[in-house]
């Protein structure tokens, strides 16, 4: 992903400063669309692997999160 960030950055610093090749252009489109499905993958994946606990202790993890947890058959941690 690190990769991905970088050419992105690349390419528009290079926008800024001289303009795009209509290539360059569908490449940074592929590219942002790429960060953005991966981005989100690992956002999905952190709230799966997340338990809410109150200052008591409790589970207060919200139902749907519990529901999306047992449809991935993640553990929560807690």
Same mark, same amino acid.
């Given at each position: ?6 050419? &992105?950055? %690349? ?8 303009? *795009?090749?209509? +290539?360059?252009?569908?490449? @940074? ?6 960060? &953005?499905? %991966? ?8 709230? *799966?692997?997340? +338990?809410?606990?109150?200052? @008591? ?22």
């Amino acid at each position: 992903m690190h990769e991905i960030l970088k050419r &992105i950055n %690349e390419l528009a610093a290079k926008r800024k400063k001289e303009g *795009l090749t209509q +290539t360059e252009n569908a490449e @940074i489109i592929n590219l942002r669309s790429q960060y &953005i499905q %991966e981005f989100r993958g690992s956002m999905e994946e952190l709230l *799966l692997n997340t +338990t809410i606990v109150d200052p @008591i202790g409790d589970d207060v993890t919200p139902e749907k999160l519990k529901r999306a947890q047992a449809r991935h058959k993640v553990k929560p941690i807690w």
